[in-house]
């Protein structure tokens, strides 16, 4: 990997224990109490269980699990709309969890916006007004709130609306008039709670197209939670895996899909088209060769097999930047895009 | 009596339940209204200095309402028809019923009804949605309040206007009293209620955009829950109006006055005629009002900004 990327929010030892007498649990599920125990035992549900992570600035940080592994939890303890029972949560070395009301205040307004997945979008206001909120919030004078508003609808292409309402657009326009309203704001990060997860899938993919033109050029630090694994591994550079509340799995999508953890990650991930999203940097081999087709190593393996399988060789070389850094053999690419029957098979493809 | 000789009571005084003796509860009686007499005195004169500028606009509104020439009340009530409900069926209707009632020689008791509950509606306004945000934001303060507006709703008014009347004496202060405590109830009801149904999600996306708590309230939860607000104020004025007949009884100017003397002398027209003027007021008020509350839901519908 390229050089260790600055680390934007900082989250440590995070515990979230739903419940009346949280804190009294706290300690026991430390020391190791189980999240079935304290539900059958106390009545009390624990949502994070020891959850740490760094997330690297101007990148797109995936948490993906399935309904109620409390990734929706965890995204609300970034901009504290949810108390966490115990842990830090670090914003640009500034703990957000110990912030006073009014800190916690321009916090929200200046530097974490959010997208909601069922868009949130204030139905009395018009398209206009509903991306202008946070500018009106962060005391933005009139007239220039509503340039800088206009700006953003027009970003998300949806110029001619803005005097229309939320009730009478679609939800695809509905959630651009969302992502509009969290990019008004400037603030850097950008919080994003299934955010494509309520639109159909041709809208959605469009959206995730918009989000990657967007972040291209803006650069924000975008926390994404996702249940969808394919929308997982198309936008995320870094992927977490939450089950039951706590963290199992980090690191990049190639990285997840070449070495799942544990059973569990590897049962997610195994109806997963492998040739279309892992790249061929992540099977190149430093063997040098001569002959053989040129291919750069963020091509990924299904377009390297159609360049190679056209070019009558059994291995390419493999480019960064125009410079060789290896090569790559047709074998190879067809052992890793298989699919996996095993834990050990996975690993094996990776070594 | 039948039933005084069903049962001789002397014998079984088991089937009753046990009574205080009579000597103590006429004694508590007593107690209870000799204290709230010497408040009276020593405080009454106090409270009615109190409500004493209340009293003035009460008086003042009226007068201004009776001393206003009917054209000009005429253009008012028009105009507010068609700002409520942009109707003009309406417009036209308001006026129709207003000139019957000029006709039929009831003008200067319907100006005297529509000051009272006019003024009595704003006032349950000003009080009842305060109380109803205060409520919706605390579920213990919601416990606390809704039975005292069960009581309000159906205690007897005549039961708490004896304490009322023994302060302020028969009349207008007295008749407000009797009218907000029963109109009050539905608007902070359904202030409560509109508050705490407007969408959470909504309510979250204006906290993670870091709205105050003022300006959640009044930027967003206060309008969505303006259609349901609306509701009670509707019902607020219907309550009102349907107290003017008790009003009448301690006194209070307007058309219930003249129900109660056709009622006093079985007057059959006289009964009907102001009876029937109540009814057009209360009909027009309701569906100016309504019209105007289903204009500030437009956009639930998808409608252009009206």
Known sequence: MAKKQDVKISIKNLYKIFGPKADLYMDAVKAGLSKSD??????????????????????????????????????????????????????????????????????????????????????????????????????????????????????????????????????????????????????????????????????????????????????????????????????????????????????????????????????????????????????????????????????????????????????AIVTEGGEIIGSVSLEKMITTIARPKANEDAHGAYS | MASDSLIDWDKHNWIAPPVMGRGELRDIKKGIDGSFRSFTREYGEGIEDFFEPLLEFLVFFEKLLIATPWPIIFIIFGGLTWLGSRSWKMVVGTILAFSIIGWLDMWKDTMATISMVSVCTLLCIVLGIPVGIWMSRSDRVQSFILPVLDFMQTLPSFVYLIPVVMLFGIGKIAGLFAIVIYAIPPIIRLTNLGLRLVDKEVLEAADAFGAGKWQRLMGVQFPLALPNVFAGVNQTIMMSLAMVVVAALINVRGLGVEVLRAVQNQYLTLGLMNGLAIVAIAIIFDRVSQAYGKRLQKHRTGGHNG
């Open chain 1, 38 to 315: 304290l539900l059958e035992k106390h009545h009390h549900v624990l949502g994070l269980d020891n959850v740490s992570l760094d997330i690297p600035a101007r990148g797109i940080q995936v948490i993906m699990g399935l309904s109620g592994s409390g990734k929706s939890t965890l995204i609300r303890h970034i901009n504290r709309l949810i108390e966490p029972t115990s842990g830090e949560m670090i914003v640009d070395g500034e703990n957000v969890l110990s912030m006073d009301a009014k800190t916690l205040r321009d916090f929200r307004r200046f530097k974490a916006s959010m997208v909601f997945q069922k868009f949130a979008l204030l139905p009395h206001k018009n398209v206009a007004q509903n991306v202008a909120y946070g500018l009106n919030i962060q005391g933005v004078k009139e007239d220039d709130a509503k340039k800088r508003s206009l700006k953003w609808i027009d970003r998300v292409g949806l110029s001619g609306f803005e005097k229309r309402y939320p009730s009478e657009l679609s939800g695809g326009m509905q959630q651009r008039v969302g992502l509009a309203r969290a990019l008004a704001t400037d603030a850097d990060i950008l919080l994003m709670d299934e955010a494509f997860s309520a639109l159909d899938p041709l809208i959605r993919t469009d959206m995730q197209n918009i989000l990657l033109d967007l972040q291209t050029e803006l650069h924000k630090t975008i926390v994404f939670i996702t249940h969808d694994l394919d929308e997982a591994l198309h936008i995320g550079d870094n992927i977490a895996i939450l089950r039951d509340g706590a963290i199992i799995q980090k690191g990049t999508a190639p990285e997840i899909i070449l070495k799942p953890s544990d059973d569990y990650v590897a049962d997610f991930i195994k109806d997963v088209n492998r040739a279309r999203v892992l790249k061929v940097r992540a099977v190149t081999t430093k063997k040098k060769i001569t002959n053989g087709p040129k291919i750069e190593a963020s091509q990924t393996i299904e377009n390297a097999l159609q360049i190679l399988a056209k070019s009558k060789f059994n291995s």
